[in-house]
């Protein structure tokens, strides 16, 4: 089974940036990659996924216009390009990949590989 491995989070000022990094032990060109996160006491919220065919993305709307998630399938590496933070954004950040057809790239159900988590903060 594919293992996934985030990086990139860190504590940063509001309006700061910081790219986080999912690594795949094996390729995913057949999958979808998303990205998630998590707040203590919440549930998980999709942010956003990029299809490894074609490059098509789906960003939750609090997020449309700051983060970019992008791939690099030779490197079997997803980014999340994450500008212009917020406190709100302040969570543990995961990254997921799906084999199979998804109805809702952004729902947590859809996905079955997970990896560990980077914490990323924001301050005000």
């Known amino acids: 089974q594919v293992q996934l491995v985030e990086s990139g989070g860190g504590s940063v000022q509001a309006g700061g940036s910081l790219r986080l990094s999912c690594a795949a032990s094996?390729?995913?060109?057949?999958?979808?990659t998303g990205w998630f996160r998590q707040v203590a006491g919440k549930e998980r919220e999709g942010v956003a996924a990029?299809?490894?065919?074609?490059?098509?993305?789906t960003y939750t709307d609090s997020v449309m216009g700051r983060f970019t998630i992008s791939q690099d399938n030779a490197e079997n590496t997803v980014y999340l390009q994450m500008n212009s933070l917020k406190p709100e954004d302040t969570a543990m950040y995961y990254c997921?990949?799906?084999?199979?057809?998804?109805?809702?790239?952004?729902?947590?159900?859809?996905?079955?590989?997970w990896g560990q988590g980077t914490q990323v903060t924001v301050s005000s």
């Open positions: 094996e390729s995913t060109v057949s999958g979808t």
């Open positions: 997921a990949v799906s084999f199979r057809f998804l109805v809702g790239p952004l729902l947590r159900n859809e996905y079955a590989v």
């Open positions: 990029i299809v490894s065919l074609g490059d098509r993305t």
